[in-house]
T-cell receptor, first 112, second 114 residues
Framework: SQKIEQNSEALNIQEGKTATLTCNYTNYSPAYLQWYRQDPGRGPVFLLLIRENEKEKRKERLKVTFDTTLKQSLFHITASQPADSATYLCALDQTGANNLFFGTGTRLTVIP | SQTIHQWPATLVQPVGSPLSLECTVEGTSNPNLYWYRQAAGRGLQLLFYSVGIGQISSEVPQNLSASRPQDRQFILSSKKLLLSDSGFYLC?????????????FGSGTRLTVV
């Protein structure tokens, strides 16, 4: 069966450290992998997208890697800040599919 | 710039009552539109999507229906709500044929069926 797993439900890190979130998938062939941020009671906000033929993508303090052999994406937030505390969702986008398949998310808490 | 509006933000409805949630998009034309539901502690589940006026695809058979009466308007409805319809409902849009773009979500409606 198809599955998207994000490494843990919750992750606590100290301010200034790098947060690393994991997204693993099975039985998908995504053309793109996306990461979203969701704050409590709000809709997800798109952060980054990486294509299947890309290894790494960066945007300011964010970095995403994509390994289609391992079927895994890593999402890094460097120099983390308390304002980065939120739930982060990965989502798979398959070619021709009018759907994004979402993981259940990892709730990140950055401790001052 | 493009914006997406979704209302109401919160709704408490009795079992068996009807439902109508509305979503409108501004600043773009002919978007793909989506309704998702997010249950507590679970991922987002696609309920319906639309690629044009009057064109609705259902992903999950259930007690809900959707309509797209205008290009930038997407409505989620139910004739009789069930307790299991409770959840966080999200509308989203994306440019057509744009696998390289993220989805833009509305702020959501928290529905509690009592």
């Amino acid at each position: 069966s198809q599955k998207i797993e994000q490494n843990s439900e919750a992750l606590n890190i100290q301010e200034g450290k790098t947060a690393t979130l994991t997204c693993n998938y099975t039985n998908y062939s995504p053309a793109y992998l996306q990461w979203y941020r969701q704050d409590p009671g709000r809709g997800p906000v798109f952060l980054l997208l990486i294509r299947e033929n890309e290894k790494e993508k960066r945007k300011e303090r964010l970095k995403v890697t994509f390994d289609t052999t391992l079927k895994q994406s890593l999402f890094h937030i460097t120099a983390s800040q308390p304002a980065d505390s939120a739930t982060y969702l990965c989502a798979l986008d398959q070619t021709g599919a009018n759907n994004l398949f979402f993981g259940t998310g990892t709730r990140l808490t950055v401790i001052p | 710039s493009q914006t997406i509006h979704q209302w109401p933000a919160t709704l408490v409805q009795p079992v068996g009552s009807p439902l109508s949630l509305e979503c409108t998009v501004e600043g773009t034309s002919n978007p793909n539109l989506y309704w998702y539901r997010q249950a507590a502690g679970r991922g987002l589940q696609l309920l319906f999507y639309s690629v044009g006026i009057g064109q609705i695809s259902s992903e999950v058979p259930q007690n809900l229906s959707a309509s797209r009466p205008q290009d930038r308007q997407f409505i989620l409805s139910s004739k009789k709500l069930l307790l299991s319809d409770s959840g966080f409902y999200l509308c989203a849009w994306r440019k057509k044929d744009s696998g390289g773009y993220g989805y833009t979500f509305g702020s959501g409606t928290r529905l509690t069926v009592v």
